[in-house]
């Protein structure tokens, strides 16, 4: 018994496969096999058969692809549109054989589902707030081992999404950068208090403006805009200098502190409505790690709250996973295993094996190098997999890294130490740790340490690597505490200007190339230039 789960229509194209026990074979972004962002309007044929080849089955040995939208509700849907979305998928002979069933998961309920079957609570309550599914922007669930159940649900009127992504839009970094605008908020002056109530969320439920509610996800967009606009004035900086532009940085911390006192007030709405102590949180928006960080324990947040996890979550709601003790592993992606190590580009470089005494030394020179070892994490963030590293001092580190990777100046860039360590850099953030998705004070010790890695408001997004999950990354940790070195690295994701993630050795070779770093961990291989 198989079935494939899929994310398809918009962006985040995506494919998970699990067996009749709910078992998760594999789950990937088709963007990093098409290496276009976010993979707009893609299907998932890549990431599809990536899913079959990890189970060594094919297509017809599927009974059930689920996708993590109800499409009929959204447009027409017949048969034909099925057989069409088949032969996308698996080419032309599934035209006229047998096929396997096709259903449909409520977008917000694969949120959710994806959420809690990975968190390793055995109950939760579930917060799921994105732009927008089918209707709704905010779904409240109450999860446990009798399944999910739908406990309130707000209109596209309260979207967080939509406002968020009209800030980035206003501030000029384009779609699907709501990351960007977070860091860029940090600049605000502190003062930028809820300039932008989305209205009473919690209590009666009316939302600030009576726009009317029938009104598209992208007329809400748009709405937003305006608002915004007419509200702060004009942005008159290019991206590179937005964290100059007065207006830009209002927007951006106006944006953030609604997202954080509304996100607070649905944290504890959700908690009343399930009576659950342990929450979990799943849309876009929960991509917002400083909204997160400002929650407290017991809470979860998956590396893929994104739209690419509604992929797995519609697979788990066909087929739900026996319950487990441990959250999920991030590395579910495309393998690199030792020995693979393509042809170079050109003459001029050294493969040896790896030794993390070579590497730190490199690190304590200076160097700045990346790592691409086993599975490719699943979701925006590199988890030391995939991962460009170098010391996270001094803090001009930062505007090395952001000019070799054609970041803007202003963005921060994310820490990993051991969970030995992690302590003495910032204080714990539980599960948020595993995958980045947790801001964090840094800490007076960490602030001396990591400058490079700590944002211009003293947070940082740690991730703490556990024992054995990310090998060559825990041994260069372990390497730099034997060299009497603050055992902490900067991880920041191993790609080029406006790419996906590395996923294949290929292009972690192209890439170390072309953006000119020191050396390249490639699974036992350290590659260097001479
Ligand atoms: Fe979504």
Known sequence: MWTLGINWKWHDGAAALVDGDGRLWALAEEERFTRVKHAWGAYPVRAARFCLDRAGIDWPDLDTVVIGWDLPQLLPWTDADRDELYVALFGRA??????????????????????????????????????????????????????????????RAFSLGAMYEAATHVVGLGDLNAGKTMGLAAYGDGHDSALLPVGDLVGDGSPLFDWPADLSY????????????DR????????????QDPVAVRVAASAQRTTEEAIRALYTETRCL???????????????????????????????????GVALGAAWTVRPPRPAAEPITPYLGTDIAPGDVPDLPESGFTVRPFAPEAVVDLLLAGRIGAVAEGRAEIGPRALGHRSIIALPRPAAVRDRINTIKGREPWR???????????????PGQGRRELYMVGSAVVSAAGRRELPAATHVDGTTRPQTVPTGHAPVVESLLAGLGSAGVAPVLVNTSFNGAAEPIV????????????????????????????
């Not at 096709?102 to 917000?108: P, W």
Request: proline letters at 8%; charged letters at 20%; a positive charge.
């Open 274 to 308: 399930t009576g659950e102590p342990a929450i979990c949180l799943a849309g876009g928006v929960a991509l917002n790690c400083v909204a997160n960080g400002r929650l407290p324990e017991p809470l979860y947040v998956p590396p893929f709250p994104h739209d690419a």
């Open 94 to 155: 599934a035209a006229g054989a047998r096929k396997p069933a096709l259903a449909f998961v409520d977008h917000h309920l694969a949120h959710a589902a994806s959420a809690f079957h990975a968190s390793g609570f055995t109950r939760a309550g579930v917060l799921v707030v994105d732009g927008a599914g089918e209707r709704d922007a905010i779904s409240v669930y109450a999860a446990g081992p009798g399944g999910l159940a739908r406990k309130r649900h707000w209109p």
């Open 412 to 426: 921060p860039l994310a820490p990993v130490a051991d969970a030995g360590h992690a302590p003495r850099f910032w």
């Open 503 to 530: 996923d294949t050795a290929a292009d972690a070779v192209r890439t170390f190339v072309g953006l000119g770093l020191d050396f390249l961990v490639l699974a036992d291989r350290l590659i260097r230039r001479r």
């Open 218 to 229: 992208g007329d809400f967009t748009g709405r937003w805009r305006d608002h915004l606009a």
């Open 232 to 243: 702060f004035g004009k942005v008159t900086r290019a991206p590179a200098d937005l964290d």
